[in-house]
């Protein structure tokens, strides 16, 4: 029954037990550890990639009110992830300006990968697993050198696995209350208009909350609330789409629908993974390269988890993303694994503190003896290498070296890739004139802006990203076959160039 | 940005705000698991300590009449009266009335109502002289009471020291029209949901029946309003702004069942009736004596918003539309959509809520219940905000008269097994 109280009665204050904050201590200080050896020589490792500076140069499209690109926006991924990046991203720039432009932008994303620390051990919390096992789940996930590796990263992928993780946190939501499942859901819809492929482990999200309404008088509202945020904040982006009449495929503009088709049809695969030298197997052997134990526990983890109750929502996660790698013939992008981290290190934690919590005494402490061995003989020697490679590498001397050269240049029409895109114009460089390699020969607007094809570009900047595949775009060959190099930066294998085009034939 | 945008963006924001906190509000029950069980009654303690006088006005109502008393009379309550109220002029329905308390002597009372101009609260004010219980309870001749009501609502009265209890009312007849199934969830809502966030909140709006009062209190308040078009929501808030402690419960089981209008016209003429009772309640001004300055504000958007909630249910879709084909800036055509996410919502949980619905009083929801429901929202916005539009236009130009609504008896059908509603 509710009551109406007009005059509420005089109540003693009750007394209040000192809070218990210790989940707030530890998870904040874990966290700031690992935040600490995530920035550290955040600008020097790993090589500056070329999807980050694409992300980052639209993120400055947001910025600067030229839209969701600086070249067409092509529905190739939602734009959520880089207008969240083109919120944090001027910051660090105007701090730090000898920074280049991809080291700026891996610091705008240290606060992104915090909360996605926090939320790892929240989320161990809501699954029922004790304080230690979540604090081991932040530690896999933190200190993992796949994670000090990729969570440096300008990835879009980073945005969406903190979205999802966001929502997990709130379906788990303690008090079961109505709007927290609506916020999931929403968070879910966020995640998804982020990185689309997160689409796959909603499923994950929908096992929580029918975990946590289950014996519940409101798990039907619950649902309704979840599908409610999901669609309603989803549906943002068809709309934004259909607004611009560009959701349907038509001649002589690009479409949602029809990006979506060429993602799902025409995306030529990176092979199996068991199949040696495919792209897939290649990649897989990379990621192994820098972290095999968070792989091999994960996998096994996760098909373990699939028992167990409480931890059947990460499982669930985990074993989609496994399942979706597996596929022959798909396509493996490189920076897949970011999605699949902090399931697994969630699976290991609660697999671990489930083992220990059924034991007996002296199989407990047994069991945990053998944890502390197997952790500082197998996991400490493997992940010391690969994290101190990640605090101590300097991999992108050679870029700096080059925005330096180019800053010191009068501005000119230049050809260059993705990551120094940003760092040109910056520099002053208009922004017409400063392009990215590959649109020269695939996007007809920028073609049309140099009359003289090739002739029209003054300088090149030969990167090993603009020699990938050589012979495949004609105008890129024919201005490396005519230019010659006025500076060059780096070692062989990550050789940079500076090319002054050779407007006469020679 | 021209003035058009600036004027659609805020236009869209305030809509959207509105019809968010209308959401926010009526989901109040389903909250959490805790607050959908604080809404229940008590289970009773078998004990009965007052008598009751039910009071039930009929007027025109020789179709349903005799069976709500029988329903009433089968009460497992000891303690209470029947006065049913007829009107000088209706000999028919003072004959059924007569026969029917022929059937069961002490327990019934005809009462008959000399006003020259007919109206609820006057008859209730008639047999108000005639009251011997402590508590007063008011029924409509078309109710379907449970018979555990009684000794629910006595419990209640004393585990709480209440000075007024509101039980539930649910419309049953959801199969009957496209209209009678959005009316039904309406009321599912109101009385499941809202009514308890406005009981917590300290302003309360009490409804047309299933109400009771302690009857000195009762008294004190010197009755019912005979001039005003809604005097259960006048009722409520003379005796809020008085101190009265109100409680309200629901539970399926013991709700009171009642028959929507049996038309989109007797829909519209009783919708106008509320609203302008809500109108002249709000001029009233009864509710500037409430407590506190919250409660006041409550109270004032809770008697205007029928008028927003109706002119927003229309304006909405007309915003999208002029969204669409207006050729907006983009940005300024993705604000204009912001009022459609609540009202979306509100949508969804509509859906949820028939499901529910069907659930607890064992009624079979069919796929085109549902596709009713989605169907008919733009077109009962439509109703209402017609019903609002006449509401204002009628205080306006004062026409103060009751206009009844009638009762075929199409809520007693829906008690046959869920099978044959269905067919």
């Known amino acids: ?506 | 940005m021209t003035l058009a945008a600036v004027v659609m963006i805020f236009v869209s924001l305030v809509l959207a705000a509105f019809a968010a906190v209308t959401l926010w509000w009526t989901m109040h029950a389903w909250r959490t698991p805790e607050t959908l069980a604080g809404t229940r009654f008590a289970p009773p303690d078998g004990e009965q300590h007052l008598t009751f006088s039910l009071l039930l006005p009929a007027r025109h109502e020789t179709a349903v009449l005799e069976h709500t008393v029988e329903r009433l009379l089968r009460s497992t309550h000891e303690g209470f009266e029947i006065i049913i109220i007829v009107g000088h002029d209706d000999p028919e329905t003072a004959e059924v009335a007569n026969r029917v308390a022929l059937g069961a002597p002490g327990r019934i009372l005809v009462v008959t109502d000399h006003n020259e101009q007919k109206n609820k609260p006057r008859a209730l004010n008639t047999a108000l002289p005639y009251v011997r219980g402590d508590v007063v309870g008011v029924f409509d001749a078309e109710d379907q009471v449970h018979p555990l009501l009684l000794e629910h609502v006595d419990h209640a009265f004393r585990a709480t020291d209440a000075d007024v209890v509101q039980g539930g009312v649910q419309l049953i007849n959801f199969h009957s029209s496209w209209y009678s199934l959005q009316n039904c969830l309406e009321y599912f809502f109101w009385f499941r949901s809202r009514l308890h966030l406005h009981a917590r909140k300290g302003f309360i709006p009490l409804g047309g029946n299933t109400v009771f009062v302690r009857s000195d209190v009762l008294r004190r308040a010197n009755g019912w309003d005979g001039t005003c078009l809604a005097e259960d929501c006048d009722l409520g808030v003379r005796l809020s702004s008085r101190g009265a402690k109100v409680v309200v419960a629901y539970d399926a089981t013991i709700v009171t069942r009642e028959e929507t209008p049996g038309s989109v016209t007797a829909l519209l003429k009783q919708r106008t009736r509320w609203h302008q009772g809500f109108l002249q309640v709000l001029r009233k001004g009864e509710w500037r004596r409430l407590p506190t300055w919250r409660a006041r504000m409550l109270a004032r958007y809770t008697l205007t918003s029928p008028f927003l909630q109706a002119f927003s249910g229309v304006v909405i879709p007309l915003g999208v539309a002029v969204a669409i084909w207006a050729q907006l800036p983009v940005f300024v055509a993705l604000v204009t959509f912001l009022p459609v996410l609540p009202m979306a919502a509100t949508l969804m949980f509509q859906i949820v809520g028939l499901h529910d619905f069907g659930r607890q009083y064992d009624l079979r929801i069919r796929w085109h219940h549902y596709a009713k429901l989605v169907l008919g929202s733009f077109p009962y916005a439509l109703v209402l905000s017609t019903a609002a539009l006449r509401a204002v236009w009628r205080e306006y130009t004062g026409k103060r008269n009751w206009e009844l609504t009638t009762h075929v008896g199409a809520h007693l059908s829906a008690t046959r097994p869920a099978t044959e509603v269905a067919a």
Not at chain 1, 19 to 46: C, E, H, K, M, Q
Not at chain 1, 388 to 400: E, F, I, M, S
Request: glycine share 8%; proline share 6%; net charge neutral.
């Open chain 1, 1 to 506: 029954m509710t009551v109406l109280e007009l005059v509420k009665p005089a109540q003693e204050e009750p007394v209040q037990a000192p809070r218990d904050r210790s989940d707030l201590y530890l998870s904040v200080g874990l966290t700031t550890v690992v935040l600490a050896l995530l920035a550290w020589n955040i600008t020097g490792f790993p090589t500056a990639s070329d999807d980050e500076g694409t992300y980052l140069a639209q993120a400055w499209a947001v910025q600067h009110g030229k839209g969701l690109a600086h070249y067409t926006y092509w529905y190739d991924h939602p734009p959520l992830a880089w207008i969240q990046l083109a919120a944090g991203s001027w910051l660090p720039g105007l701090i730090a300006p000898s920074l280049i432009a991809v080291a700026a932008g891996r610091i705008a994303m240290l606060p992104l990968q915090a909360a996605g620390l926090l939320l790892v051990y929240v989320v161990g919390r809501r699954m029922g697993l004790p304080r230690w096992a979540a604090a081991v789940g932040l530690l896999t996930y933190g200190l993992s050198p796949l994670f000090l590796t990729m969570g440096r990263q300008i990835y879009l992928d980073s945005f969406a696995v903190v979205w999802l993780l966001a929502a997990l946190a709130l379906a788990l939501s303690p008090r079961k209350h109505l709007w927290h499942f609506a916020a999931a859901g929403a968070a879910a819809a966020i995640a998804v208009l982020s990185k689309e492929t997160i689409l796959l482990i909603l499923p994950a999200v929908l096992v929580a909350m029918w975990q946590n309404t289950a014996r519940s008088t409101t798990r039907p509202w619950a649902f309704g609330a979840f599908a409610s945020g999901l669609v309603l904040v989803g549906c943002f982006y068809p709309l934004y789409a259909l607004l611009r009449g560009e959701l349907f495929p038509g001649e002589g503009h690009v479409s949602l629908i029809g990006a979506v088709q060429f993602q799902l049809g025409s995306r030529s695969g990176s092979g199996s993974i068991f199949e040696a030298g495919s792209g897939a197997n290649s990649l897989v052997r990379s990621w192994l390269y820098y972290d095999s134990v968070i792989l091999v526990a994960g996998i096994a983890a996760t098909i373990a988890g699939l028992a167990i109750r409480r931890l059947r929502p990460v499982s669930v996660a985990g074993a989609i993303l496994i399942l979706v790698a597996l596929r022959p013939g798909g396509y493996l992008p490189a920076m897949y694994v970011v999605q699949v981290l902090p399931f697994f290190a969630l699976a290991v934690a609660g697999v671990l503190a489930w083992t220990i919590g059924r034991l007996d005494r002296w199989f407990k402490w047994g069991a945990i003896a053998l944890a502390v061995v197997l952790a500082a003989t197998v996991v400490a020697p493997r992940w010391y290498v690969g994290d101190r490679r990640a605090l101590t590498a300097n991999d992108n001397a050679a870029y700096v070296q080059a925005a330096e050269y180019l800053r010191a240049q009068p501005p000119s029409t230049v050809v260059v890739d993705d990551v120094l895109w940003l760092d040109c114009v910056n520099a002053g460089y208009p922004e017409q004139r400063v392009i990215w390699f590959y649109k020269l020969d695939l996007d007809t607007e920028v073609a049309a802006r140099l009359p003289g094809g090739w002739r029209d570009v003054d300088y090149i900047v030969s990167t090993p990203a603009v020699r990938q595949d050589p012979g495949t775009l004609p105008t890129v060959t024919a201005l490396l076959e005519n230019s010659t190099v006025i500076a060059s930066f780096g070692p062989a294998d990550g050789l940079i160039e500076i090319r002054q085009v050779l407007k006469e034939p020679q």
